[in-house]
């Protein structure tokens, strides 16, 4: 088992709509969560951190965290084809996913 | 500058050649991070740096690479007898606080340097 496994995508929303990200991690004392936007090409961009259980708001972005079931979301609303790219889950500073590739339809 | 930069961005290098890769952080971060980024799928942990102290090398894949950071700034990635398999991006990041700490742990990548291993 793969220590930070995401939804293998790709995934395709049409714009305007919800787009859900999910990861699910293995070690239980992890205590940073972070999700990053690559685009094709460039290097990761931070886009949101959660450090406790719960959900954190960052305008059209939303992350959820539960420890109990290892697992930390992220939901972005009202998709714009802007919002294409590959998405990174990342568990504290050395753990990465394999990233979920979104496609944004206009 | 105000962001993370690496150089060279592109590197060509013949099966068998030594290469050294440079990062140049964030003014005042204290930690560093180098990761291996091959296509299509995560960054990949190397090793760590806390000021210039190297803390954590568990990631770097065999003894041809090697990481200083000497003066707890400026960082250099050196692969000797480059491989095939080490075509990747190699990406530097930075971050303010120590690794671990809660707030102050945010990475800030460079753009990578892109190294074709002939």
């Known amino acids: 088992q793969k220590e930070v496994e995401q939804n293998s995508g790709p995934l395709s929303v049409p714009e305007g709509a919800i787009a859900s990200l999910n990861c699910t991690y293995s070690d239980r004392v992890s205590q940073s969560f972070f999700w990053y936007r690559q685009y094709s090409g460039k290097s990761p961009e931070l886009i949101m951190s959660?450090?406790?259980?719960g959900d954190k708001e960052d305008g059209r972005f939303t992350a959820q965290l539960n420890k109990a079931s290892q697992y930390v979301s992220l939901l972005i609303r009202d998709s714009q084809p802007s919002d294409s790219a590959t998405y990174l889950c990342a568990i504290e500073f050395m753990r990465f996913g394999a990233g979920t590739r979104l496609t944004v339809k206009p | 500058g105000a962001g993370v930069s690496q150089s060279p961005r592109y590197k060509v290098a013949k099966r068998g050649q030594d290469v050294a890769l440079r990062c140049d952080p964030i003014s005042g971060h204290v930690s560093l991070f180098w990761y291996q980024q091959a296509l299509g799928q995560g960054p990949e942990f190397l090793t760590y740096f806390q000021n210039e102290a190297q803390l954590d090398k568990s990631g770097l894949p065999s003894d041809r690479f090697f990481a200083e950071r000497p003066e707890g700034s400026v960082s250099t990635l050196k692969i000797q007898r480059t491989q095939q398999e080490d075509s990747a991006v190699y990406l530097c990041a930075s971050s303010l606080g120590l690794a671990g700490g809660l707030g102050t742990d945010t990475q800030y990548f460079g753009p990578g340097t892109r190294l074709t291993v002939l």
């Open positions: 959660i450090y406790s259980n």
